[in-house]
């Protein structure tokens, strides 16, 4: 069973049969609480339950806490995501949510109860509930429900779940078998071979001597104004405020000789020790894990009390960094020790200490003068900030007051740059080599969203150390280019379509004249004597299977076409119109590639067992009779798309 199961969560079914798994650990085994979950009984639809399930419900507070764990965890990828980003999760997460408690009403409903000695068979695996002894401890199960703020009956719940899910559903919905009777008509078919011939008639061919009168270029360019577009241009007022603004702020002598007094402790001599710590809430585990340390290493020494290197490894530390960790007591007597040396055990209000003291290095202090230059560094980049800050505000408040651009540039000493009429890419029309000015890239979006009535917007730029505010002083709208101005581009469209039209009429042209015994390559040399010769073409249908929309045009077409007949098809690269006839065709014969019917049979596996849990997990919720609450819903998904999050 448990193989098998392993093997599901490998496959594409694996997403649909594990589903309600990773719904458990989302809900249950993550940092927060999960007070909400219960499969608690109800008596109505009130305006909270989104959904009822058998004699369940699943509730607002359900969906809360299930798009709170997707948020933190979409979070981890963009941290400025919000609910109204992940809003689209809401559905998906309902349904699992709501099969769930659908495959649990299921079960109870047909008497298929999971046992309490299965369910405590589960817990016994958990990580962090058995004790020293290797055996399971009920202080270690309290110790890991508190830590992860949940009670045993949900615990139990979620396990209930979970097995039900390996029980009922994996087992159907793995190892499903196509048989070879089915898979083999779509072998056959993908080994059918076609053969043929692909002449191309270029465009290039009928390019020359084509020279467009005034009236026709005036038509072709009022019928196509949409591609000689002219973007929006517009000229921005910029003001930018960094460091060389503020270059001339610096810390006075009296400001650092301050900082100096008021950070004794970092420059007076210092005694940092390298440090592991082991806390244990038993006195009695304590004095076990002191004794094994003074003859041997502290890892080893905290091994049975189901500590790692990781738990105890604490690093340098001052006194006073160790005293915040610790208590007084304790880092009292680790700073007496010598190295090398075992302290403890030492209770404190977070349970019973054994330290350890790898190494003592003294560190000498610095006086004022030593120290000057590092607090001056420091305290300059403070104070440039500030200053920032300052102007920043000064600016912003001009701004509120009904001053332009200029007017709280000024009242800051600030100058103000302006740009030439620019592309919202920054580009000058015209001008190939104006460049928009790097850092201040940030504001070009701002200056282009900008209306000509509203306020100049501030941006950060220069990854925080600065900012600059903008402001449209110019508005040209998009628009068509004048003619004048595009005359060689529309020339050249107009000789492009009107060859295309001409290239596309004597390709049709031959594939009317090639059918039958006509030969292609005879039909092609009758209509044009120029033309290039005709290219054998010969191709299977599983290449056009693996080659998906990479495959080249003349060979989609050669599976499109009759036996005999031919067919006309553009060049996707533009470069003028193939005409393809299908001469012969093939029916494929799997006896030839016998391994190719056993690939289809897995590949065909896999969706039938993804619809066979779908079937399953669906006669599972009409059986047990779901209801959706749709106004609940959507007024859910209202709020949450709302919410900033």
């Known amino acids: ?80 995501a919000s609910y109204a980003s992940i809003v689209g999760d809401f559905d998906p997460l309902l349904d699992q949510l709501i099969n769930q408690r659908a495959l649990v009403a299921f ?82 078919m993908l080994l059918e071979e076609r053969q043929g011939e692909v002449g191309l008639v270029p465009l290039a061919l009928f390019t020359a001597g084509l020279n467009p009168t005034d009236a026709q270029l005036q038509q072709f360019y009022k019928a196509n104004k949409a591609h000689f577009m002219v ?27 301050q ?61 006073s960094q160790f005293t915040q960790l610790t208590s007084d007591k304790v880092a009292a007597a680790a700073f007496s020790a010598p190295s090398g040396s075992v302290v403890g055990p030492i209770q404190s209000p977070l349970g019973w200490h054994v330290v350890k003291i790898d190494s003592v290095q003294k560190k000498p202090g610095k006086t004022l003068a030593e120290a000057k230059s590092e607090i001056q560094a420091k305290l300059d980049i403070d104070k440039r900030k500030t200053a920032l800050g300052d102007l920043a505000t000064k600016i912003q408040n001009a701004l509120d007051g009904g001053s332009n651009l200029d007017q709280a540039a000024k009242s800051a000493g600030v100058s103000v740059m302006t740009t030439p009429l620019i592309t919202a890419d920054g580009s000058q029309r015209g001008n190939p080599s104006y460049k928009f000015p790097d850092d201040l890239k940030p504001v070009l979006k701002s200056g282009f969203d900008l209306g000509t009535d509203d306020e100049p917007a501030v941006e950060t730029i220069d990854n925080g150390n600065g900012f600059a505010v903008v402001a449209p002083a ?32 004597l390709a049709k042209q031959i594939a009317a004249s090639a059918t039958g015994s006509v030969s ?46 031919t067919s006309v098809v553009p060049d996707n690269q533009g470069r003028g119109f193939f005409v393809v006839k299908d001469e012969k065709i093939t029916p494929g014969n799997p006896i030839l590639n016998p391994g190719l019917i056993p690939q289809l049979q897995q590949q065909f596996s896999d969706p039938m067992s993804q619809e066979v849990a779908q079937e399953l997990q669906a006669a599972m919720r009409e059986d047990v009779k779901v209801k959706r609450n749709q106004s609940a819903i959507q007024a859910e998904k209202a709020r949450l798309a709302s919410t900033g999050g």
């Open 1 to 80: 069973m448990l193989s098998s199961f392993r093997r599901a969560s490998k496959s594409k079914v694996g997403t649909i049969v594990v589903a309600v798994i990773g719904i458990l650990i989302v809900i249950g085994f993550g940092a927060g609480g999960v007070s909400d979950l219960s499969l608690g009984s109800f008596t109505g639809m009130s305006s909270s339950t989104l959904a009822r399930v058998g004699s369940a419900e699943v509730t607002d507070q359900d969906m809360g806490v299930l798009m709170q764990r997707d948020l933190e965890s979409a979070r981890q990828q963009d941290p400025n």
């Open 107 to 188: 079960a109870d409903k047909h008497g298929f109860r999971i046992s309490k000695r299965l369910i405590d068979g589960e817990i016994a695996n958990i990580p962090g509930v058995r004790g020293l002894g290797g055996d399971v401890s009920e202080q270690a199960y309290q110790s890991f429900l508190a830590k992860q703020h949940m009670t045993d009956a949900q615990v139990r719940d979620l396990i209930t779940g979970s097995m039900l899910q390996r029980l009922l559903i994996t087992p159907a919905a793995t190892d499903i078998k196509v048989p070879a009777g089915v898979a083999t008509p779509y072998a056959a």
């Open 231 to 257: 973007p929006e241009q517009r000229v921005l007022k910029i003001a930018e405020v960094g460091p060389d603004q503020v270059a001339n702020v610096h810390a006075s002598d009296q400001e650092i000789a």
């Open 259 to 319: 900082y100096y007094n008021q950070h004794q402790d970092d420059y007076a001599a210092q005694d940092v020790r390298t440090i592991e710590q082991a806390v244990v809430q038993d006195q009695n585990v304590a004095n076990q894990i002191a004794q094994r340390a003074k003859s041997g290493s502290f890892v080893d020494a905290v091994k049975p009390a189901g500590l790692t290197a990781q738990d105890v490894t604490v690093g340098p530390q001052t006194k």
């Open 474 to 505: 110019q508005i040209v709208p998009a628009a068509p280019a004048p003619l004048e101005t595009v005359l060689d581009q529309v020339k050249t469209g107009w000789i492009q379509q009107e060859a295309a039209s001409r290239a596309e009429a």
């Open 520 to 565: 292609l390559a005879d039909a092609m040399k009758k209509a044009n004597p120029q033309l290039p010769a005709v290219q054998p073409a010969t191709a299977r249908r599983i290449q056009l299977s693996q080659l998906g929309d990479k495959a080249p045009p003349p060979m989609v077409m050669l599976f499109k076409t009759g036996e005999g007949k």
